[in-house]
């Protein structure tokens, strides 16, 4: 089966750290961008981030210095490092299929509060 | 950035009718190999977003065929021909013609 499945999120403290990580199977993940999205708590989608098949990144202006993507094909893993946090990170994030986000994950919860 | 502007920002619609979204990018998307790279997302209540339709038109495997897009350059529409109970959530569209990668508001359709 085809999925991706999130994890890493939880409570940090404004200014903390937080890795998420995102488990892809059923499909042949070194051929594929892979992609972050987030949904701030009853609000729209968010693009954050995206890396290449070949390992090019880009990121949204709101998290570039701050947030890290990277993958591990040996283990088809996506990752997100995310430092110097800030309450409005809050949201759900979700790893997605390609630019397109042909296939969304459940999404994990990062929840950025004193 | 390009700005993605949806509208009805909200859509009741009775079951069996028909229902239209219309997406409206500040600049075109089509890109320089041709290709328009604008995607339609579903998000019924409480879950992860869904695609339903990629460059402008396709649909994805497993999309009933009363979803249908349409459109070019700046102007897009969704459409679903005739609405089931199943089809209530919020829409959106989004383009990765350039970056950032930019999405719409949303427009959520709900049962009259």
């Known amino acids: 089966e085809v999925q991706l499945l999130e994890s890493g999120g939880g409570l940090v403290q404004p200014g903390g750290s937080l890795r998420l990580s995102c488990a892809a199977s059923?499909?042949?993940?070194?051929?594929?961008?892979m992609t972050w999205f987030r949904q701030a708590p009853e609000k729209g989608l968010e693009w954050v981030s995206t890396i290449s098949d070949g390992g090019s990144t880009n990121y949204a202006d709101s998290v570039r210095g701050r947030f890290t993507i990277s993958r591990d094909n040996s283990k088809n893993t996506l990752y997100l490092q995310m430092n110097s946090l800030r309450v409005d990170d809050t949201a759900v994030y979700y790893c997605?299929?390609?630019?397109?986000?042909?296939?969304w994950g459940q999404g994990t919860l990062v929840t950025v509060s004193s | 950035d390009v700005v993605m502007t949806q509208s009805p920002l909200s859509l009741p619609v009775t079951l069996g009718q028909p229902a239209s979204i219309s997406c409206r990018s500040s600049q075109s998307l089509v890109y320089s190999d041709g290709n328009t790279f604008l995607h339609w997302f579903q998000q019924r209540p409480g879950q992860s977003p869904r695609r339903l339709i990629y460059r402008v038109s396709n649909r994805d495997s497993g999309v009933p065929d009363r979803f249908s897009g349409s459109g070019s350059g700046t102007n897009f529409t969704l459409k679903i021909s005739r609405v089931e109970a199943e089809d209530v959530g919020v829409y959106y569209c989004?383009?990765?013609?350039?970056?950032?990668?930019?999405f719409g508001g949303g427009t959520k359709v709900e049962i009259k």
């Open positions: 997605a299929k390609g630019q397109s986000a042909i296939l």
């Open positions: 059923g499909f042949s993940f070194t051929s594929y961008d």
């Open positions: 989004m383009q990765n013609t350039y970056w950032p990668l930019t």
